[in-house]
């Protein structure tokens, strides 16, 4: 029962997450000028994920019916329809639960954002706690709830007696319902918030020369939602999709060793899970600073902290509960990596670094060459990240085969809680700062909140070496997961004639279709955002020219902020469907059609090739796409900062295009892509069994 | 003898070249205005040459001397001496028959520009045949110096009684040579182009808003030298390197076949080159155009018909030799996948379709929607050519396994001849409308060249279509060709063994570096165009300043062309050894590196793997920066062309950054990687049984 660890855990961080958010709720909301600007952000918020999860409502009813009629088993042939009933019921859940963690992530968010700015007045040590607990009821409610609804549905299926390898079914139906709805979240936030983003940055900065966040932009309110709805709720689902399904990938890794172990290796997941989140929560408490305190050395402390205290923990339970010690070096071995992996991304979008430096100087050549620039060292990034992953599965892998990738990869992720508190809490000072600007705060206010939004800055590429990290990992998982799966069914012996070799015409066929699939999700993203722009930018230029006195700053005189937030939830619920079913959709085509036309082995091989397709081009693609992104952003800074000319010189202009450019490729296409390959391997996952069924005759 | 029939192919071929050129040679060379610009762009063009050759012939000679201390075996337990040095003047035959290729074909090409001009006074159907023709000299000199100097290798070591396995061995030593030159050249006149193309439209187009190919601007003659440099000698080169590339795939994978067919099937590429020759050679001579021809037209139909006459010979060639039917099926395969690509490609290039229309019309709303909207098709734009090759090597394979796939891509590649003729074509009108601008040409002169200069860009798809399937395809069966020659020296049991299964760790680690590599050579070449052409912009703006009158066009003032071409020349000597040399180097360290820590098998399965990975990402950057490259040109001449406020509207500004980053995407990074993939497939199958020697003890 060492499993227990997990739903323990899970409650115990709930109520630290019930304690966080009151004392956020109880701070200062601050004057009525900031409750009014943080009411329209809210307004808008809240409009738009309630119309969004309306949408999706359709979908997940839809594919919760489709799930119950065919798996775990077909219900034609099932052996108990309660089965099939579970596992649709699971995947409502799931959606459900990722759901409820972006809801509740965002209000406390939006409490956070208003409250901080007011704090800020008293000082950096009393705003500082404000935003980090804001972010940390994020985290700490996503992995709670996570944990805790996925400890339900396993337990409900040991309860009922299940095997082992349906529950795993019913578990994956779980992680797919939490991973699709967050690939909707993301992309849905995703284009939202660079619509905004973008429109409000072109007309106002590049053609109009007026200040970001300046009050008069139409479409300023809607950018401090996008912030909210895309980065706050979407990068939590993105963390969160991959915390679970890594989870999972373990638990079906760990049950392919039950012949020797019985359960114990398949509860291990759990075990590192409440681990993960009893450090996450010490990490949380821990993460505090003086008066003239350092936020980003705090938060960077904070997490160094969280992962020491994660593998002692490790190391002590490994030992007491008498696992072999190769356990823990695999788990460590995946937390080393994510810190290196953070750290060598690092230099690539970091302000004090040549890549940044040189494509600011590049800048000064005009726009294309600031482009060109940036995205070749954006090319150049993905080599140590790739390195990593790669050395990291090849230890994983010594120290104890697919069973220790899959230890690694949720090593990495245990800690996730703290590393989405940290994450979390980047949007939430760059909205208090904004608000501040836009409520006309005194100039110290702004410096105080500009040093927290700088602070979020450098703790992001930790965070993103370890979400790209683990996704890797993770997919990695989730492919030896398949091959578990399909083991499983086959008998082992049927299975090493499926060896997945690159030199089966099936599998390169599936590589060949599964490396298409990121570029595509991104391009039809971007897209989106490119469509939704154009008329967002119409209608901003529109509001500049028709409504009098708005470019002059008259007293009295407002844009109208309402249809920009408008036409940017309409967009983006347009734009997200087609990316998002297509991945699910071609993943179940790849499965069935080759088997249907070769025979079930064909489908089988084509499909796995098809997910390590999908994992080498996401991979590069999701590197290339952040790290281009955040050094455009930082070569736009360094030149604000007064380098280069500064503000308003030819080389500035050239750096806005060039952050804009980047902007759909670190917060749009980027970000999703994890999550996209993330569900491609949990469709894989779940329909291996019925391609097998179907077709295996 | 049957394979006789592809040096004597060749022969008739050079004899072909030989009259081509007196052909072109004999034309009316234009007035002196013209003479003098075209001497201009030879003087820059041969100083380039000269001095590349001069530096490369350095690291050729380095590279032939290890080879030859190395390769077949190495010396001190060499069985026979004479075969290191054989391979090592293999080497350098390759390395001299690719550079002599490429400086042949610049030579004519160069000629055939000023021809060109010349005779478009008399009607475009006496300018085309001379452009055409100085294209064909190209590209059947290429292939007609390919194919012998292979022939030439292969009859030595036949003559010497060498076993099979030994003679292929120098022959790869030969096709790496071929390959390796092709490499630095198409990075080193890839980079120059585009310094030169880049900083030329840049401070003239868009700082100064003077018109392309202005005689005031200092970098118009380096700009058109690039055009010969890098279009004329670095296409060539990069078709040619798969050409023989593939070719010797297919023998080392027909040897494979040895057992049952003896030599039959090793022969079979030699036929096929031989009948791809001879078809290629009826193509150029029916490609003509009547007084109101269009260009475009001939040029196409040229092209079907050479495939088709290919068919046919290859269908009685099949019969009459008696191979296997399903030899020819793969044949076809290959040539159908080829224009298949090739069709769907064009759409997303073409300026009649919507990605090009979507681009153009993002450039109203700014410079950032125009790159994200082209950035984002270009993405798109990988899938149809990845699920061609994908289906392609899958119905190959089944047609006649390993073989099929390499039988395929020589089918695809024989007609390579015809192919370059038509690309070669390409700039050659190009510069002819240049030097028409440049020496004051009446409009319809300036009218005539158009059209020839558009009729290039129709045909450019196909010929893409073909480069991008055919390197797939080669590197495919380098890879099956890298397993053939592994399992030739262990033995089919241990092969067997060698799964090279995605599920194996060292797989994947080499597969995660190959991924790696791909983008990191674009970053090295586009950021060495980036630093080129920075230095080249401040020159010309510097003249622009101090030289008096140089704006105004006053009469008699003359800029300094020649201080461009040398900063383009010394720039790209410099930036081109890095990234060549890495990818050459990378590869030995993945296969011994791993083999060294971890026994042979963990170096072999690594290296294919690495080899794996390559063609992955390779693959997809070549397509997306092709693709993409080739639709913001577009896009750009479709507002010039008058659509949405035509040339000097904001959108055009728009499009001309658009159109300045694709520079160097479709012509300096996209089409190296072609040749670098395929560089480093040389290297392993060259290395390979070295790796097995050294630490299969």
Redesign the interface.
């Known amino acids: 029962m060492e499993w227990l660890l997990a739903p323990i855990s899970a409650l115990i961080s709930i109520v630290a997450v019930l304690y966080l958010f009151h004392y956020v709720n109880k701070q200062d909301s601050g004057n009525k000028k900031m409750q009014e600007i943080a009411g329209a952000i809210k307004e808008g918020a809240d409009a738009f994920l309630k119309r969004e999860y309306l949408t999706l409502a359709y979908f997940v009813i839809i594919v919760a019916v489709v799930l119950g009629i065919f798996l775990p088993e077909p219900i034609w042939i099932s052996t108990d329809i309660f089965n099939n009933l579970s596992l649709a019921l699971a995947y409502l859940f799931g959606s459900a639960c990722s759901a409820l963690a972006g809801l509740f992530g965002m209000d406390v968010a939006l409490k956070g954002n208003v409250r901080t700015t007011s704090a800020a007045k008293h000082g950096i040590h009393k705003a500082f706690p404000i935003a980090f607990r804001a972010g940390a009821v994020m985290g700490l409610s996503a992995v709670g709830l996570g944990v805790l609804g996925l400890s339900v549905v396993y337990g409900i299926g040991v309860a009922r007696g299940l095997d082992a390898l349906t529950n795993l079914t019913i578990i994956l139906g779980f992680s797919f319902g939490a991973s699709a709805l967050a690939l909707f979240a993301k992309a849905g936030g995703g284009i939202f918030t660079k619509t905004a983003d ?1 429109s409000a940055d ?1 007309v106002g900065k ?1 053609e109009l020369s007026i200040p970001e966040d300046d009050p008069r932009n139409p479409a300023v309110i809607a950018d401090n939602v996008g912030d909210n709805v895309g980065d706050v709720a979407g990068m939590g689902a993105d963390m969160i999709d991959s915390y679970i399904a890594s989870l999972v990938a373990a638990m079906i890794l760990g049950q392919a060793l039950s012949a020797t172990w019985g359960a114990k290796m398949m509860h291990l997941p759990f075990i590192l899970a409440g681990l993960g989140i009893l450090a996450s929560l010490l990490g949380v408490a821990v993460t505090r600073i003086s008066k003239k305190g350092d936020p980003g050395k705090a938060l960077n402390m904070g997490t160094y902290i969280t992962c020491a205290v994660f593998a002692v923990l490790t190391l002590f339970a490994v030992t007491y509960l008498e696992y072999p010690f190769e356990i823990w070096l695999a788990t460590v071995t995946g937390l080393v990596a994510g810190i290196v992996i953070g750290i060598t991304s690092d230099y690539f979008t970091s302000i004090n670094r040549p890549p940044v430096r ?1 494509t600011a ?2 800048s000064t ?5 600031n ?3 940036g ?6 990034s ?2 140590p990240p ?2 990593g ?3 990291a ?2 230890i994983a ?2 120290v104890y085969g ?1 069973f220790g990738i899959g230890v690694a990869a949720f090593g990495m992720l245990s800690v996730v809680g703290h590393i989405v508190a940290n994450d979390a809490y980047g949007p939430i000072g760059d909205n208090a700062k904004g608000i501040a600007e836009q409520s006309g705060e005194t100039e110290g206010v702004v410096e105080i909140l500009d040093k927290l939004d700088a602070a979020g800055n450098t703790t992001k590429a930790i965070s993103k070496g370890f979400a790209i990290g683990a996704a890797g990992l993770t997919v ?1 998982s989730l ?2 997961a398949y ?1 578990e799966t399909v083991a499983s069914k086959v008998g082992q012996h049927a299975a090493e004639e499926l ?5 089966n ?9 599964g ?2 699939m990121p ?2 999700f ?3 993203v ?2 989106g ?2 469509r939704n ?2 008329r967002m ?1 119409e209608e901003i230029r529109r509001q500049f020219r028709e409504i009098p006195g708005l470019k002059e700053a008259k007293e009295g005189v407002r844009p109208d902020y309402a249809a920009c937030v408008d036409i940017a939830t309409k967009g983006a619920l347009k734009e997200l469907m087609l990316p998002s079913v297509l991945s699910i959709v071609v993943t179940i085509i790849i499965g069935f059609l080759p088997g249907y036309l070769a025979g079930y082995q064909a489908g089988i091989e084509a499909l ?2 098809y997910l ?2 999908s994992i ?2 996401g ?2 693609f999701a590197l ?1 796409m952040a790290n281009s992104g955040g050094l455009w952003d930082n070569a736009k800074k360094y030149i604000e900062a007064g380098a280069l000319g500064g503000t308003g010189s030819d080389a500035h202009k050239a750096a806005v ?1 060039g952050d ?2 980047g902007d ?1 490729f670190k917060d749009t296409a980027g970000p999703s892509l994890n999550t996209q390959i993330c569900v491609m391997g949990l469709v894989a996952n779940l329909i291996a069994p019925l391609i097998l069924l179907l077709l295996l005759v």
Chains 1, 2 share one sequence.
């Not at 995205?375 to 150049?380: K, R, T």
């Not at 060896?499 to 030199?503: E, N, P, Q």
């Open positions: 973008i072109l590049v040189k100087e590049a050549t005009g726009t294309a060459t482009i060109i620039t995205f070749s060292y954006g090319l150049a993905v080599l790739l390195l992953i790669g050395i599965t090849t892998y010594f697919f990695i492919l030896a091959v060896a997945f070799s690159l030199m015409p099936y599998v390169l066929l599936g590589v060949f279709v490396l298409a570029p595509l991104s391009a039809l971007m897209l955002v490119g722009a154009s930018i796995g090739g390590a397709g080498f081009s991979l590069v290339l295009v804009t450019v759909p």
